[in-house]
C-alpha cells in the first residue's frame, strides 16, 4: 500500500505539474492572441475607423458649407423676387393711372369737340336758314342739307359779297 500511495501521489504530482503547464500555456496563448487582436484592432480597425470618421467629418462640414450657400443664395433670390414683383406691381399701376388719365382726357376732348361741332353746326343750320329765307331760293327751310350743298350755297351767296370783303366764302368766322 505504501507503493500504491506513493505512485499515486507522484502520479498526482505529476498530473498537477502537467495540469500547471497546460494552463500557464493555455494563458499565454490567450496572452498572446489578446495583444494580437489589440494589435490588429489598434493597426487596423482603429486607423480605418479613424479615416472614415474624418471623412464624414469633412463631408458633414462640405454639406453645411453648401447648405449656407444655398441658404444665402435662395434669400437673395426671393428678396430679388420680392423687389421684381413690386416694381412690376408699380410700373403696372402706373401704366393703368396713364391710360385712366389718357383716357378720361379723350373723353374731355370728345365731349368738347361734341359741344363745338353740335353748336357749329346749329349756328351753321341758321345761317342756312336766315340765308335761304332772305333770298327765297329754296323757300321753306330744307331738313337734310348736306355739308356740300350748304357750302355750295354758301359760296353762291357770298359771291357777290367777296368784292367788299377781304375774306372770302365759307361759314362764318368766329
Aim: aromatic share 6%; net charge negative; no cysteine.
Amino acid at each position: 500500500m505504501g507503493n500504491i500511495e506513493r505512485v499515486t501521489s507522484d502520479q498526482m504530482y505529476a498530473e498537477q505539474s502537467w495540469v500547471e503547464q497546460l494552463l500557464k500555456r493555455v494563458r499565454n496563448e490567450a496572452d498572446s492572441a489578446t495583444n494580437d487582436f489589440h494589435g490588429y484592432l489598434v493597426d487596423q480597425l482603429l486607423t480605418v475607423s479613424t479615416k472614415i470618421l474624418a471623412a464624414l467629418q469633412n463631408q458633414d462640414k462640405t454639406v453645411q458649407d453648401l447648405s449656407a450657400k444655398l441658404d444665402k443664395n435662395f434669400a437673395g433670390i426671393n428678396q430679388r423676387l420680392e423687389e421684381y414683383l413690386a416694381d412690376a406691381a408699380k410700373l403696372r399701376s402706373n401704366k393703368m393711372a396713364a391710360e385712366a388719365d389718357f383716357f378720361a382726357g379723350l373723353q374731355r376732348r370728345n365731349a368738347a369737340l361734341e359741344t363745338s361741332f353740335t353748336a357749329d353746326l346749329k349756328e351753321t343750320e341758321e345761317y342756312v336758314k336766315v340765308r335761304l329765307q332772305n333770298e327765297n331760293k329754296l323757300g321753306p327751310y330744307p331738313t337734310e342739307l348736306s355739308y356740300l350743298e350748304i357750302e355750295r350755297i354758301h359760296r353762291a351767296n357770298d359771291e357777290p359779297d367777296q368784292s367788299q370783303s377781304s375774306g372770302g366764302g365759307g361759314l362764318p368766322r368766329r
